[in-house]
């Protein structure tokens, strides 16, 4: 089992920038692929970037491309979100999940339902 704890979610003015971080216990955390999700209200849940924490593969989503950077440190078992050049459609609800790996080629992104564990989220509101 995984455990996964999100943080530094809050208010932010559109074109500014914000930081996630993803903190993950458990003792097979180095075998899983970690990202972040997000869900709009009134929409579904979209992924938005994952690493795998083995060796840094990521997938990104299209939308969020040159604005948004996933980075891993493995020591601390973390897992961040850098967001720049923010958009009022970037407000959600922000939730880290992570998926177990069982195999060591390249890594495909396999969508929400996919994952394997989630944390509680954390919310993110970008003003206009």
């Known amino acids: ?11 932010v003015q559109a074109g500014g920038s914000l930081t996630l971080s993803c903190a993950a216990s458990g003792s097979t955390v180095e075998h899983h692929a970690i990202g972040w999700f997000r869900q709009a209200p009134g929409k579904e849940r979209e992924g938005v970037s994952v ?11 299209d939308s969020v491309k040159g604005r948004f950077t996933i980075s891993r440190d493995n020591a601390k078992s973390t897992v961040y979100l850098h967001m720049s050049s923010l958009k009022p459609e970037d407000t959600a609800v922000y939730y880290c999940a992570s998926e177990y790996l069982y195999y060591t080629g390249r890594y495909y992104y396999t969508g929400v339902d996919g994952m394997d564990y989630w944390g509680t989220g954390t919310p993110v509101t970008v003003s206009s």
């Open 1 to 11: 089992e995984v455990q996964l704890v999100e943080s530094g979610g809050g208010l």
């Open 51 to 61: 690493i795998r924490l083995s060796d840094g593969s990521t997938y990104v989503e």
